[in-house]
């Protein structure tokens, strides 16, 4: 507690001085500023001196007095698909611990991989890769699963605040984010990335070239790794139990709820069809499951269990990286980067880890949904520097998304503590050791694969 306070402290001097240094020649006016708030904003979301809700507050109060950006871009969040789709999670997910369905589901899966806490973590991993190829949002599945799994743990007697309930969460959140970077629709970063890449250089990026490239190594190492780090780090077993009980005959309440559900499921996985975002799709099956009448949730019972500081939380981590955007500072830091990080030309490792470092430095400072776009512009200028095509730099960014290291970077780890409560020193346990075996293993085997591709 101290060391991260004292951190804190000493970040927020540097923001400070940053906040007072005048503006360089050829930047334009009110830079630094925004540097100066936005590094103490990070600085505060990564030790989490402050209550996250709180550090928001902080940020959308200064970035507004300051005039470091417009309120349409500081609010931006809150007109954000993903706040909006958590949201419309949270509700689905009080649905379904309501209903008794989430218990339901996790019977069905302590019988499919109760053998072991190991077999329940790898289980609960593989669910939620499949799931990525079903689901277009890495946030919606969360909200989905994690109310199933949270029921899960409570049957296998794995009580609050114990590493079985902690790793089953994990599996839940890292599994609906790492592996789906290697699927194109799966995950926002991937879209931002593919979208950006059409508009500024006119590539195009198909499904399989995609998947071939990314799931090898990102997909199905995250699929082995993962499991195995968490069992190692969280150590639990299963108590022993007597054989379930049977499935009793489902309620009217839950009856309901399985055709909300399916109707957005089949939504989601049709969303190029029809054209309706995935927010909204959840957003509607929430205030459906919510309207009185419809016979899934008791009146009085939805408010009192929504956590809306988390939602403002996600609105507000959006919002940094659009001010990020905005500002100017993603470019400047990345042009920076290029040049003192003197990119030589080849396809060596040196050069291929040297790319991804790049992307990993600016999505600390521009978290996940922001990097893509800022590094997707000055891609040229990589190329030039490596002598690689354009489209390998473009790839180049997705190992750098699977080396997270904080919760705020990403909104499905974000909303996996909205719905969980787990505290964030457990999800950076996690990924501190996660991003070691990114850049140990997993970078290596991605430049191997590339190169018996011929991609490099």
């Known amino acids: 507690m101290r060391t991260r306070n004292l951190l804190a402290f000493l970040l927020g001097l540097v923001a400070l001085t940053i906040f007072f240094v005048p503006d360089p020649v050829g930047v334009s006016d009110g830079t630094m500023r925004a540097a100066g708030v936005l590094l103490l904003v990070l600085s505060l979301l990564a030790t989490v001196a402050l209550p996250e809700y709180l550090t928001i507050l902080i940020f959308f109060f200064l970035a507004l007095v300051i005039a470091i950006a417009p309120p349409q871009v500081v609010f931006s969040g ?47 991993v593989l669910i939620m890769l499949v799931l990525a190829l079903l689901m277009p949002s890495s946030v919606g599945r969360v909200t989905i ?15 609050e605040g114990s590493n079985g309930h902690a790793g089953l969460i994990l599996a839940v959140g890292v599994g609906a984010l790492t592996p789906t970077f290697s699927i194109l629709p799966a995950s926002v970063p991937n879209v931002v990335m593919a979208g950006a890449a059409e508009a500024i250089h006119g590539i195009t990026f198909t499904y399989t070239e995609y998947f071939l490239l990314h799931f090898p190594v990102i997909g199905l190492g995250t699929l082995v790794i993962l499991p195995l780090v968490i069992f190692w780090l969280f150590p639990d077993q299963v108590l022993k139990q007597k054989k379930p009980a049977e499935p009793r005959a489902l309620g009217s309440g839950e009856l309901r709820l399985i055709v909300v559900l399916t109707v957005a499921l089949v939504l989601w996985a049709t969303d190029s069809l029809h054209g309706i975002a995935p927010a909204w799709v959840a957003l509607g099956a929430g205030i459906l499951c919510a309207l009185p009448g419809v016979g899934i949730l008791p009146t009085g019972l939805l408010l009192p269990k929504l956590n809306f500081g988390t939602f403002i939380v996600l609105a507000g981590v959006i919002g940094v990286g659009a001010v990020v955007t905005h500002s100017g500072l993603g470019t400047i830091v990345g042009k920076y980067l290029i040049a003192s990080m003197e990119l030589g030309e080849g396809d060596d490792l040196k050069t291929f880890a040297g790319v991804i470092g790049l992307g990993w430095v600016l999505e600390i400072i521009t978290t996940l949904p922001g990097q893509p776009a800022i590094m997707t512009s000055f891609a040229p200028t990589i190329a030039d520097a490596t002598g690689w095509q354009l489209r390998t730099v473009l790839m180049a960014q997705v190992p750098a998304w699977a080396l997270v290291l904080f919760p705020y970077q990403a909104p499905p780890l974000l909303a996996t503590r909205a719905i969980s409560g787990l505290e964030i020193r457990k999800f950076i346990r996690i990924l501190f050791p996660m991003a070691l075996c990114g850049w140990f293993l997993m970078v290596p085997l991605q430049w191997l694969w590339w190169s018996f591709l011929g991609y490099l």
Do not use: C, D
Request: hydrophobic residues 60%; positive net charge; charged residues 10%.
């Open 145 to 159: 699963m994690l109310p199933i799994i949270l029921a899960l743990a409570k049957r296998m007697g794995f009580r």
């Open 78 to 124: 809150f007109l954000s698909g993903a706040a909006w789709l958590v949201f419309g999670g949270m509700i689905l997910g009080v649905a379904i611990e309501a209903t008794g369905l989430g218990a339901r589901l996790a019977g069905f899966i302590e019988r499919l991989f109760s053998q072991s806490y190991l077999h329940l973590v790898a289980g609960t």
